[in-house]
DNA sequence: CAATGTGAAAGACTTCACAGCC
DNA sequence: GGCTGTGAAGTCTTTCACATTG
């Protein structure tokens, strides 16, 4: 997937409520539904049959119900799912109830496009916090951010409140980046930068490389070049990493 | 998933060398190999062990070897790989040896920090078109390229020669913009909008959304804040999808 | 009747463990 | 002795098909 490497199905020793132990494939494709979802409703659309938001959502219908059957049981038989309850309750089970401040370390071309990615917000994050080491950009503003010397992350890190970061610096420097975030406490990390990351196991750590995502396509259109075209379907692909 | 839906472990009909048939899950795998070994190349390491190259690329040396050997064997028993010829052999399968031409729909701030990825052309993609909606951007140059009008992309793709489209569009128009990438011959794409595009069974689509992996890691914050945090081992994620 | 929720079957992927080779 | 290459076992994921329910 997008996926996740030791993909436990995160069981739990249940607390308080339910001890869910939902599996990571389904975990990576909730985010999709929601989007699905706020779609319908935004175009008016109260309710939902699985099949319609299968299609919406670019996934098959079976794997739709059995996703959301982890959830609990939100549909009614021979209807469907109400749109608004339904996103309702995806919201509450990945976290978009909450507002999450995010960190970004490494202010280049893609830093800061992802801090000025309008689309964050209405997905429930907010930009909190901008580092970078080049003294040159240590003090301007980006979207009314002041963007902190990189020396100073421990404190940013304290002042800002941040619980994810998102790391976009250059490979070299991302494995101490990590080590700091993690010696300050942080236990989600996307990563950006194009190295493996280590980090303790309770930290949970991401990794898109855009080069990679065009390398795997440069494979199959390979592939279609020297005339091996399948003997069986192909095609249609989801996340980074994906999930899978 | 990085992973990619509908996932034919790509059958072929060999013609003339062999039909391999390299799962999807391997091939999601293979840049990550070839990065690990120009690490170790540049560093003057001439020859790895499955254990220490796996290291390097975060996955389990079984596994490695497990996908190596989809591709050949191109290792020494009791001595391991040699970094030169396995970084040839991969690069070859995976069409590194190419410099494909890319061609990118949306110059926003995506967009454009995607051009001046430095790094792409280090993976053998050289960004060859950029195009927009927006007439004011039209005829400014970026890195050296001008900057096309979308009603003219069919002819800028003919001009360009582009083989691989990444898509940095808002999402209401990426359908649209996708459908004529599709008319215009184009077989690989790279979606950045926050939309599921539909294309014929022939083309490979591959998604990143980042706002998706944010939510994802979300879900895992979460669950940590809520104190249920694991029975057993978790963590330590790998591609964008890629999921996966 | 229509559409959910879910056991059970099929399939894909990962990991183990060891035979075989240098 | 050390390390690759690989059948076989184990695990996770997807899909099927149908009993169940509003």
């Not at 132990?21 to 779609?39: C, K, M, Q």
């Not at 996934?59 to 996703?67: E, F, G, H």
């Not at 236990?187 to 065009?214: C, M, W, Y």
Request: charged share 20%; proline share 5%; hydrophobic share 45%.
């Amino acid at each position: 997937m997008s996926p996740v490497e030791g993909a436990t199905p995160v069981a739990a020793a249940g607390a308080t409520a339910v001890a869910k132990g939902i599996p990571e494939a389904t975990v990576a494709r909730l985010p999709g539904y929601l989007r699905a979802l706020n779609h319908l409703s935004d175009n008016g659309v109260a309710t939902v049959s699985s099949g319609d938001l299968a299609d919406e959502a670019g996934v098959n219908p079976a794997q739709l119900r059995k996703d959301l059957s982890h959830l609990g049981s939100y549909g009614t038989r021979g209807v469907g799912y109400s749109v608004a309850y339904l996103r309702f309750q995806i919201g509450r089970e990945i976290g978009s109830a909450v507002d999450w401040p995010v960190i970004i370390i490494g202010v280049g071309n893609l830093g800061t496009a992802l801090a000025q990615n309008a689309d964050f917000g209405s997905r429930g994050f907010r930009v909190v916090a901008l580092v970078d080491t080049n003294s040159a950009l240590v003090g301007t503003e980006i979207d009314g951010l002041t963007i902190e010397h990189q020396d100073d992350l421990r404190r940013t890190l304290r002042d800002s409140g941040a619980r994810i970061a998102v790391i976009t610096t250059p490979p070299d420097s991302a494995q101490a980046v990590c080590d700091e975030l993690v010696a300050c406490g942080i236990t989600s990390i996307l990563n950006f930068a194009a190295t493996v990351l280590s980090a303790p196991h309770e930290v949970t750590v991401r990794k898109v490389d855009l080069g990679q995502e065009l390398q795997i396509l440069a494979y199959h259109e390979q592939r279609k070049l020297d005339g091996l075209w399948p003997a069986d379907d192909d095609v249609v692909a989801v996340v980074a990493g994906e999930a899978p």
